[in-house]
C-alpha cells in the first residue's frame, strides 16, 4: 500500500529520530584501562564518566519531547506541500545535530559555551516545530480547526515552554550542569503531561 505525503514525512521523521537516539548512547565508551585492572579502578572510572550519563539522558529526554510534539502536530495535518516539507527538513537537520552538542557539552561541562551551544540546538528545534504548526495552521493544511481555547491553552503552553528554554540558556552562562539539569526537568515534565493528556483524551473517546 502506497503511503499518503504526510505518512511518508513522519516516517522519515521517525527514522531520524531513532537514528539520532542511538548515537546518543555512542558516546558511552567502556572505560580502557591498561595493566594489571581492578575493580576499584573501573568504578572509579566509571563514575568519572557523570557528565556523558546525564547529558545521555538529558538529550534522550529531550528529543523524545520533540519527537511527542512532532507527532501530535501531524496527527491533525491532512496535507503537505513543498514549503511544510522545507519546514520539516530543517527541523530534521537541527534534530541530527543533538549527538554533536551534547558530545559537547558531556566533554567540555565545565565550559559555558558548550551547554551555550547545546541550549541554541534546542531552541532551533523548538522553534523549527512551532514553524510548522504555524504554518499548517495558516496555510489550512489540518484536517480539524482547533477552538479558540485550544489555540489559547496551546498559545501559552508554548510561551511557558519558550521561557523556560531561554531561562536554561542564560543560566548555562553561570553553571552549565544546571543547565543540564533544567532541561532535564522540563522535559521529563512536558512528556509527562503530553501523555497524560493523551491518555484522558482516548478514554473521553471511548465513552462517548
Keep these: 500500500m502506497n503511503k499518503s505525503p504526510t505518512q511518508r514525512v513522519e516516517a522519515l521523521t521517525d527514522g531520524v529520530f531513532a537514528i539520532v537516539m542511538t548515537l546518543l548512547v555512542l558516546e558511552l565508551s567502556i572505560p580502557v584501562i591498561s595493566g594489571t585492572s ?3 579502578l ?3 572510572r566509571l563514575i568519572e564518566m557523570w557528565p556523558k550519563y546525564l547529558s545521555y539522558v538529558v538529550s534522550f529526554l529531550v528529543l523524545g519531547l520533540w519527537w511527542l510534539y512532532h507527532h501530535g502536530v501531524f496527527e491533525n495535518i491532512k496535507r503537505v506541500d513543498g514549503r511544510l516539507l522545507y519546514y520539516n527538513l530543517f527541523f530534521l537537520m537541527f534534530v541530527s545535530l543533538v549527538p554533536f552538542s551534547a558530545s559537547l ?3 567540555y ?5 558548550s551547554a551555550l551551544i547545546y541550549g541554541i ?5 523548538f522553534l523549527q516545530l512551532n514553524a510548522i504548526s504555524l504554518y499548517a495552521a495558516k496555510k489550512r493544511l489540518i484536517a480539524v480547526e482547533p477552538d479558540a481555547a485550544y489555540v489559547k491553552s496551546e498559545r501559552r503552553a508554548q510561551i511557558r515552554i519558550l521561557l523556560l528554554i531561554v531561562f536554561a540558556i542564560l543560566i548555562s552562562f553561570i553553571n552549565s550542569v544546571i543547565s543540564l539539569l533544567l532541561w532535564g526537568l522540563m522535559s521529563g515534565f512536558y512528556i509527562l503531561a503530553i501523555l497524560v493528556n493523551r491518555e484522558g483524551l482516548q478514554a473521553r473517546k471511548s465513552k462517548s
Design 109 to 113: 561541562w565545565r565550559e559555558g559555551t
Design 42 to 44: 573501573l568504578t572509579h
Design 38 to 40: 581492578s575493580g576499584t
Design 105 to 107: 557539552v558531556a566533554e
Design 121 to 125: 540546538n534546542m531552541l532551533l528545534c
